[in-house]
């Protein structure tokens, strides 16, 4: 007994130490999200037209993982599915490339269902989940999160020009603090757990 409560002495430094390591990245995201959110706000017609650059590529370039699937599955209809996937794909990253004000209004309307499916996902999870103990963090960022997705409603497409990138920072800093919060509870957790167990 003696020798294997030596051995367990010996091994619980090592947990202690990945989940220090592992909640240090996760304060050091969660400070970085709150960072680039602010950015965002300062930044909202150059963050909006910043998104809608990087979904002009990541259609090109699942135009080209499309394209490369078509090959390597069996079966004419098969590529020929796969081949017209990537045309679409392509020639919509491209259209939206070259007229970004078109792509603005289009994100706009995803980003306005992409709110309001977030806020009432966190809240039904908190509702869910609340009796074992869930943070109140989670309800209060399903509930922003979902009147951000309402006031967007309200004001497109006429200020699709900022608000994708005013929304999308103000997300980030609800989504960094709410990580960072959860982050610092369990921190504050593993350090009571040595005062416990004496």
């Not at 007994?1 to 947990?15: F, L, V």
């Not at 950015?39 to 002009?56: D, K, Y």
């Not at 806020?119 to 989940?129: E, M, N, P, W």
Request: with cysteine; aromatic share 10%.
């Amino acid at each position: 007994m003696t020798s294997s409560g030596a051995a367990s002495d010996h091994e619980s430094p090592i947990p202690k130490s990945l989940a220090k390591r592992a909640t240090g990245l996760s304060i050091f995201l969660s400070v970085l999200l709150i960072i680039l959110g602010m950015l965002a706000i300062l930044l909202p017609v150059e963050m909006s037209f910043g998104v809608v650059i990087v979904v002009c590529w990541l259609l090109m370039i699942g135009a080209v993982v499309q394209v490369i699937d078509a090959f390597k599955g069996s079966g004419a209809w098969h590529t020929i599915w796969k081949i017209t996937v990537a045309i679409v794909y392509f020639v919509t990253g491209l259209y939206l490339r070259f007229n970004l004000g078109i792509g603005l209004v289009t994100l706009t309307l995803a980003l306005i269902v992409f709110f309001v499916v977030q806020g009432l996902a966190d809240i039904f999870i908190y509702f869910r989940v609340r009796r074992s103990g869930a943070s109140g963090s989670l309800l209060f960022h399903g509930i922003v999160t979902l009147i951000l997705g309402l006031m967007i409603w309200r004001h497109w497409p006429t200020g699709s020009l900022w608000v994708i990138g005013t929304l999308v920072g103000i997300n980030m800093i609800m989504t960094g603090t709410t990580r960072l919060m959860l982050t610092l509870a369990v921190r504050r957790a593993l350090k009571a757990m040595p005062q416990a167990a004496r």
